[in-house]
């Protein structure tokens, strides 16, 4: 056996179609990207016949990486493999993905199919997936809580049909890491053909054990593991792929274990992942939590002003957090901004730079010192605009609130659109409700319901930089817009444009297709 393990992420199709976790495409192509740049082994780009949105994004992405394996979920059927095929066919290194559910709650209630039924269909399937490409990976859906001998018939089926790898899910986080262990070592030894494919594991986290149960998989002989970025996904989510990492890394003697993962794009991947689904990271979120390497009790403090190894067992700058954060202002040049920038690991064109350091002096104005993290919001902000810009649509002018404790609040805003302006005013419980209001008279969206408004702050100080996520609900959808500025009803108001901005579009392009 070798010792190198498999990184296959799937943050855009298990982590995305978690809840309040949805992507536009250019969001989608901007985690790819990161994700490249992370050096995972194989995307799992979507659920290609899902939806024409995530037929799109797959075949999208499987065209624009060139360094990973861009892989399709797939059901076992004719019709999802064919549209797997057509969606990663021009991939570098196309991978069609099929899972079929082995356990009897599964079987019986859900695909209502006998065993034998379902062993037909493994191997029909996989050998129907196997005509397209040689990279073919099964899934035995809620495999550990399967009959462990059928088990050993379903991935014997798969193999002999062309898999050439064989995932072990624990679909609801049930299984624990000796067990898993065990399965994986039970399958390798029981199957005849085992040697012939690679095994993978696919942790859920609804125990808290996604990790564990991973790195006890590899030990029982998996090389792959199936992770997502900052540990998104159904119910409680996955193994967290920087969990995993990490762990590997920071104990060779216990997993002596190799992946090509670029270890200092961890905390730019998972900043990407959580701005653009308008969360943060939790203090205390292992590896990339703010807390994660902070110290404020006096015995720690003391520990690590002699020596950090006390109590920090792999370093911030192993994961890509720079604690030499240089504090630019007003007087700071466009040679030191991006000397900044590409410290930080951005490789920006000139044209980019240009605009990250107009928007860096705009921001001088309001604030005195900017620091690395109002560097990276720049940035990240800048990379995940909607895929509508604002040439189509709206863009806010200018705007006057009025509000107190004793009276109702009331906005009076002004947008611009092809060179015409717009003008309202509306009352609302709220500067911000007031603001929405106008901006719904002036719009006249589509219907649909309001979802999340989230803020937070980028760094420390009364003058930091709001970080606004406002969510829209329609059709099934989720439309979500940001906003950035030092003043929170600004970013508010830019939040709310940016959303409806996405939704109308996204409405119109339809209708414009049909016509």
Same mark, same amino acid.
């Given at each position: 056996?070798?010792?190198?393990?498999?990184?296959?992420?799937?943050?855009?199709?298990?982590?995305?179609?978690?809840?309040?976790?949805? @992507?536009?495409? #250019?969001?989608?192509?901007?985690?790819? #990207?990161?994700?490249?740049?992370?050096?995972?082994?194989?995307?799992?780009?979507?659920?290609?016949?899902?939806?024409?949105?995530?037929?799109?994004?797959?075949?999208?992405?499987?065209?624009?990486?060139?360094?990973?394996?861009? /892989?399709?979920?797939?059901? /076992?059927?004719?019709?999802?493999?064919?549209?797997?095929?057509? +969606?990663? =066919?021009?991939? +570098?290194?196309?991978?069609?993905?099929?899972?079929?559910?082995?356990?009897?709650?599964? @079987?019986?209630? #859900?695909?209502?199919?006998?065993?034998?039924?379902?062993?037909?269909?493994?191997?029909? @399937?996989?050998?129907?997936?196997?005509?397209?490409?040689?990279?073919?990976?099964?899934?035995?859906?809620?495999?550990?809580?399967?009959?462990?001998?059928?088990?050993?018939?379903?991935?014997?089926?798969?193999?002999?049909?062309?898999?050439?790898?064989?995932?072990?899910?624990? !679909?609801?986080?049930?299984? %624990?890491?000796?067990?898993?262990?065990?399965?994986?070592?039970?399958?390798?030894?029981?199957?005849?053909?085992?040697?012939? /494919?690679?095994?993978?594991?696919?942790?859920?986290?609804?125990?808290?054990?996604?990790?564990?149960?991973?790195?006890?998989?590899?030990?029982?002989?998996?090389?792959?593991?199936?992770?997502?970025?900052?540990?998104?996904?159904?119910?409680?989510?996955?193994?967290?792929?920087?969990?995993?990492?990490?762990?590997?890394?920071?104990?060779?003697?216990?997993?002596?274990?190799?992946?090509?993962?670029? !270890?200092?794009?961890?905390?730019?991947?998972?900043?990407?992942?959580? %701005?653009?689904?308008?969360?943060?990271?939790?203090?205390?979120?292992?590896?990339?939590?703010?807390?994660?390497?902070?110290?404020?009790?006096?015995?720690?403090?003391?520990?690590?002003? /002699?020596? =950090?190894?006390?109590?920090?067992?792999?370093?911030?700058?192993?994961?890509?957090?720079? !604690?030499?954060?240089?504090?630019?202002?007003?007087?700071?040049?466009?040679?030191?901004?991006?000397?900044?920038?590409?410290?930080?690991?951005?490789?920006?064109?000139?044209?980019?730079?240009?605009?990250?350091?107009?928007?860096?002096?705009?921001?001088?104005? =309001?604030?005195?010192?900017?620091?690395?993290?109002?560097?990276?919001?720049?940035?990240?902000?800048?990379?995940? =605009?909607?895929?509508?810009?604002?040439?189509?649509?709206?863009?806010?002018?200018?705007?006057?609130?009025?509000?107190?404790?004793?009276?109702?609040?009331?906005?009076?805003?002004?947008?611009?659109?092809?060179?015409?302006?717009? @003008?309202?005013?509306?009352? $609302?419980?709220?500067?911000?409700?007031?603001?929405?209001? +106008?901006?719904?008279?002036?719009?006249?969206?589509?219907?649909?319901?309001? $979802?999340?408004?989230?803020?937070?702050?980028?760094?420390?100080?009364?003058?930091?930089?709001?970080?606004? %996520?406002?969510?829209?609900?329609?059709?099934?959808?989720?439309? %979500?817009?940001?906003?950035?500025?030092?003043?929170?009803?600004?970013?508010?108001?830019?939040?709310?444009?940016?959303?409806?901005?996405?939704?109308?579009?996204?409405?119109?392009?339809?209708?414009? +297709?049909?016509?």
């Amino acid at each position: 056996m070798d010792n190198r393990i498999r990184i296959f992420d799937t943050t855009l199709r298990d982590g995305e179609q978690s809840p309040g976790c949805s @992507m536009n495409l #250019k969001e989608k192509i901007q985690v790819a #990207k990161c994700l490249e740049s992370l050096k995972v082994d194989i995307i799992e780009a979507g659920f290609a016949i899902s939806s024409p949105g995530d037929f799109e994004s797959v075949q999208t992405i499987a065209s624009v990486v060139k360094d990973c394996s861009v /892989a399709s979920l797939a059901r /076992a059927s004719v019709k999802d493999i064919d549209t797997a095929w057509e +969606a990663v =066919k021009h991939a +570098a290194d196309p991978r069609i993905h099929l899972f079929l559910a082995t356990s009897p709650l599964h @079987m019986q209630y #859900k695909l209502k199919k006998t065993p034998d039924e379902i062993l037909e269909m493994t191997a029909a @399937m996989t050998a129907h997936a196997a005509k397209y490409t040689s990279n073919v990976e099964f899934s035995a859906e809620d495999a550990t809580r399967s009959d462990w001998d059928f088990l050993v018939r379903i991935v014997d089926a798969a193999i002999r049909a062309g898999a050439t790898t064989v995932n072990i899910p624990d !679909t609801v986080g049930y299984t %624990t890491p000796s067990e898993m262990q065990a399965l994986i070592e039970y399958l390798r030894k029981q199957v005849p053909d085992s040697d012939k /494919a690679i095994f993978s594991v696919h942790c859920h986290n609804d125990l808290g054990l996604a990790t564990a149960n991973s790195l006890a998989g590899v030990a029982g002989g998996a090389r792959q593991i199936e992770c997502t970025i900052n540990g998104l996904g159904e119910r409680s989510g996955n193994s967290a792929l920087e969990e995993v990492i990490m762990a590997i890394k920071t104990r060779p003697g216990i997993w002596p274990y190799e992946t090509r993962i670029d !270890t200092t794009q961890i905390a730019r991947a998972s900043r990407t992942v959580y %701005t653009i689904i308008g969360q943060a990271a939790p203090l205390n979120k292992p590896i990339v939590g703010r807390n994660a390497f902070a110290h404020e009790s006096g015995i720690h403090q003391h520990g690590v002003l /002699a020596n =950090k190894q006390t109590y920090e067992i792999l370093t911030p700058e192993s994961v890509g957090i720079h !604690t030499n954060n240089l504090v630019l202002g007003k007087h700071s040049g466009k040679h030191a901004v991006t000397d900044r920038l590409e410290t930080l690991g951005y490789r920006l064109t000139p044209e980019e730079v240009q605009s990250i350091f107009e928007e860096f002096k705009a921001l001088c104005d =309001k604030k005195k010192d900017v620091t690395d993290a109002d560097l990276e919001a720049l940035v990240e902000h800048r990379s995940i =605009k909607p895929v509508f810009s604002s040439v189509e649509g709206y863009e806010l002018d200018w705007f006057s609130v009025h509000t107190s404790n004793f009276t109702t609040a009331t906005c009076t805003i002004c947008l611009k659109k092809d060179g015409e302006k717009f @003008m309202d005013v509306c009352l $609302g419980d709220g500067p911000i409700d007031a603001a929405y209001g +106008a901006i719904d008279k002036i719009v006249q969206p589509p219907e649909h319901t309001f $979802g999340i408004w989230n803020i937070h702050s980028i760094s420390e100080g009364k003058d930091t930089l709001g970080d606004v %996520t406002v969510r829209l609900y329609a059709g099934g959808r989720t439309y %979500t817009g940001k906003g950035l500025s030092t003043d929170v009803i600004e970013a508010s108001i830019n939040a709310y444009i940016d959303a409806i901005n996405n939704f109308c579009a996204a409405v119109r392009i339809p209708e414009e +297709a049909s016509a």
